[in-house]
T-cell receptor, first 112, second 115 residues
């Protein structure tokens, strides 16, 4: 079946560097995408979302890019900090009216 | 305002026992979701409620799992005759309405360990 997947299961960066986490989706009907951050022992926390009528959206230190042509989503974190260390999940709406489909996640480790 | 809350935060039980997990959604949110997250894995959809509509139970892994939502607010996930493979983190989320285009806000989860 169609699903959301991630290119890399782990990413290690130095403090202060920029991080890029990638996500591929296969459902062409997907029109809404979310990035969540999950710290150890906590529930997923909303970071940023984007709708399919946009190709870029910026938040505080984070930017989400959407390339519908190749069905690719990325999360960019500027000036990565140790507090950014977590698992990052992308999710998409697929063709559902209510259900989000989550990828397995990418573990981001920030080295001081 | 308060976020989604779940209780208990941790639960250890013996194989064969029944467990009840509770979720209090954000006030005013009509949609409520349950997910299961096994160690190092993504989120597995279990069940969703929207207002007074019949819930979508399509993600429940077996008939030992059931959930209800009373008064359109608090929800309880019940696992009967627990098995070791039920050990996981059970996450609850709520959103303003049930839409694949609404942000779901998650609770901290209940960590279930079946011995």
């Amino acid at each position: 079946g169609e699903s959301v997947g991630l290119h890399l299961p782990t990413l290690s960066v130095q403090e202060g560097d920029n991080s890029i986490i990638n996500c591929a989706y296969s459902n062409s009907a997907s029109d809404y995408f979310i990035w969540y951050k999950q710290e150890s022992g906590k529930g997923p926390q909303f970071i940023i979302d984007i709708r399919s009528n946009m190709d870029k959206r910026q938040g505080q230190r984070v930017t989400v890019l959407l390339n519908k042509t190749v069905k690719h989503l990325s999360l960019q974190i500027a000036a990565t900090q140790p507090g950014d260390s977590a698992v990052y999940f992308c999710a998409d709406s697929g063709g559902s009216n209510y259900k989000l489909t989550f990828g397995k996640g990418t573990l981001l480790t920030v080295n001081p | 305002g308060a976020g989604v809350s779940q209780s208990p935060s941790n639960k250890v039980t013996e194989k064969g026992k029944d467990v009840e997990l509770r979720c209090d959604p954000i006030s005013g949110h009509t949609a409520l979701y349950w997910y299961r997250q096994s160690l190092g894995q993504g989120l597995e959809f279990l069940i969703y409620f929207q207002g007074n509509s019949a819930p979508d139970k399509s993600g429940l892994p077996s008939d030992r799992f059931s959930a209800e939502r009373t008064g359109g607010s608090v929800s309880t996930l019940t696992i009967q005759r627990t098995q070791q493979e039920d050990s996981a983190v059970y996450l609850c989320a709520s959103s303003l309405v049930a839409s694949g285009r609404e942000t779901q806000y998650f609770g901290p989860g209940t960590r279930l360990l079946v011995l």
